[in-house]
């Protein structure tokens, strides 16, 4: 019970832009005990095995193995309301949200993202809307290659399209410069982000679950020491 109430607290919370003359975890960051708890809870392996036979396409002759991209089709957070993930969480995340008429407050046109990962104020636009990306805070490739390929296929679907414990709206060169690496190998690039980071990481993984590598421990073990 204890964990559960510590995964609430940390999805109640959300990174904010900081104060620039301040050093230290962005507002909304979880505290050190709270990185602690999760890297007591989370399983640990030594090192991350490619499992083979990943395949996210969804074209003609492709794996789908995650199913088809924001689908909507899937009983987890944010499944069958009428909006694909995308939007979803482009609707949470943005502020001062436009949304497309005649979609049901669904299709997000224009909003400001206070990005979590670099602290900077992004203005998104859908004519521009790879400026705004949606990151897998564990990437899909690499939870494959963690378990995710021994699982069924609505619970791949679940994962991918989790709104609550995997989805962030973030800056789109941030999330390609992330790609499906770990925390061992990237980390968001404004250090006042790196405990929000954290502490999403490990609950996304403890939610499903996953295991983080030995090397990917240290790194999130550093990180905690920082957190306030």
Not at 31 to 53: E, F, M, N, P, W
Request: hydrophobic letters at 40%; one cysteine or more; proline letters at 7%.
């Amino acid at each position: 019970m204890a964990l559960l109430a510590l995964v609430g607290a940390l999805l109640a919370g959300r990174a904010i832009l900081p104060d620039r003359s301040a050093p230290g975890p962005a507002p909304g960051s979880p505290t050190r005990a709270q990185v602690v708890s999760l890297l007591g809870a989370v399983r640990v392996v030594d090192a991350r095995t490619k499992a083979g036979g990943y395949d996210r396409g969804c074209g003609s002759g492709q794996g789908c193995v995650f199913g088809p991209a924001w689908s909507d089709d899937q009983d987890g957070p944010g499944g069958h309301d009428g909006c694909d993930t995308r939007n979803d969480v482009l609707a949470r995340d943005l502020t001062e949200v436009r949304f497309k008429p005649g979609t049901r407050d669904c299709i997000v046109m224009s909003g400001t993202l206070a990005d979590p990962y670099s602290g900077q104020t992004i203005e998104f636009t859908k004519s521009d809307a790879k400026a705004v990306q949606i990151d897998h805070v564990i990437p899909l490739a690499a939870a494959w290659d963690l378990g995710a390929a021994r699982w069924p296929p609505e619970r791949r679907r679940v994962f991918a399209n989790d709104v609550t414990f995997n989805l962030l709206a973030v800056d789109g060169s941030d999330n390609q410069a992330k790609g499906d690496s770990t925390p061992s190998d990237w980390l968001p690039p404004n250090p006042a982000y790196h405990c929000f980071y954290a502490g999403k990481y490990l609950t996304a993984a403890t939610r499903y679950d996953l295991p983080i590598t030995v090397a990917d421990r240290a790194a999130l073990g550093r990180i905690a020491q920082t957190c306030g």
